[in-house]
């Protein structure tokens, strides 16, 4: 299992959308087994899970924040990344 997005202690800039609305951001792993499920966490807490293709867009608050992966088989990939604008 590896982290596509964001890279380590990414600065994030989230966008807004064209109707002024907040937007996202596509967070992206990728893992070797291709039917393993990966369990995502935001600051320690649960916020999904994905199968095959683990993307996941996101609207973190602005600050320090970290996300954890935790695959079907207890794996587990961490990453810090902060959210300078959104």
């Known amino acids: 299992m590896e982290m596509i ?11 807004k959308e064209l109707d002024g609305t907040k937007g996202s951001t596509v ?3 990728v ?3 291709p039917t393993a499920v ?4 935001l600051d320690g807490q649960y916020i999904g ?3 095959r293709s683990h993307k ?12 954890t992966l935790v695959d079907d088989q207890g794996e587990i990939l961490e990453r810090s990344f902060q959210i ?3």
């Open 27 to 29: 967070f992206q792993a």
């Open 5 to 15: 997005y964001p890279k380590v202690e990414s600065k994030i800039f989230v966008p």
């Open 31 to 33: 893992h070797r087994n």
């Open 84 to 86: 300078v604008s959104n």
């Open 49 to 51: 899970s994905t199968t």
């Open 56 to 67: 996941l867009p996101l609207a973190p608050e602005i600050g320090q924040h970290e996300i």
């Open 38 to 41: 990966v369990y995502w966490h």
